[in-house]
């Protein structure tokens, strides 16, 4: 059975990826607004009632880029090494997706990747659903901070949950903080690109930024750093 069910999960993940891409495809081409579901469906070889079991809303379609990344901050903080701050885990993270050019940090200067941050920055139905993400980043990163605990490294004591008491408020206002953070630093590579800089001239001030940022909220989320 287990062989079925994940046969069954990677047919509906190549749906989603087909549907997604041929909609940024021809949003790229056409403009947001200018592209109907019934045109994404037609291109994606699928029914309009199919292609809403996948995307219940239009902008959906394109958000889908960032739905492996939503409780990536979280899954940082979980598995992180023994004895590694929630805080330092997170810093790594960034730095190492600032060296390898990773789309999320902002800090790529791919023409493909540039099209697309000028598709969802450009459309503001699209920077609205966005937040929806956001939010649900900060939750699930709120609930990984509380277990970790406050001032805790990896293995030692969980604390409660993300609505449990004042740890649990701790964590939420953190975990707030942190993924803000984060997009700030990545709209400011991403606007330095499009200004027509490259990601090579960039990286060196996105990593100061980055520490700059993170000594920041050190200073701030003590019991997680």
């Keep these: 059975m287990s062989g079925e069910t994940g046969l069954r999960e990677r047919k509906k993940q190549r749906m989603y990826q087909t549907i997604s891409e041929a909609a940024i495809s021809l949003f790229l081409r056409r403009g947001f607004d200018q592209v109907s579901v019934a045109d994404v469906a037609a291109a994606a070889e699928v029914s309009k009632p199919t292609l809403f079991r996948y995307f219940p809303a239009k902008e959906d379609l394109v958000l889908h880029r960032f739905a492996d990344h939503e409780d990536e ?24 997706g600032l060296e390898r050019r990773d789309p999320v940090t902002g ?87 499009a200004e027509g800089a490259t990601a090579e001239e960039v990286h060196p001030d996105a990593v100061a930024a980055a520490d700059r940022a993170f000594a920041m909220l050190r200073s701030g989320l003590t019991p997680y750093a």
């Design 73 to 96: 901050a979280a899954r940082v903080v979980r598995d992180r090494p023994a004895g590694e701050s929630p805080l330092a885990a997170l810093r790594r993270h960034f730095l190492e």
């Design 107 to 193: 800090l790529n200067d791919a023409e493909g990747v540039l099209a697309f941050h000028r598709l969802l920055y450009g459309t503001p139905s699209l920077v609205a659903r966005l937040f929806a993400y956001v939010s649900r980043s900060e939750e699930a990163l709120a609930s990984a901070l509380a277990q970790a605990g406050p001032g805790g490294g990896a293995g030692e004591e969980p604390g409660g949950g993300p609505d449990g008491g004042p740890d649990g408020l701790a964590a939420r206002l953190a975990a707030g903080q942190i993924i803000t953070v984060q997009r700030i630093l990545a709209e400011d590579n991403w606007r330095r690109i």
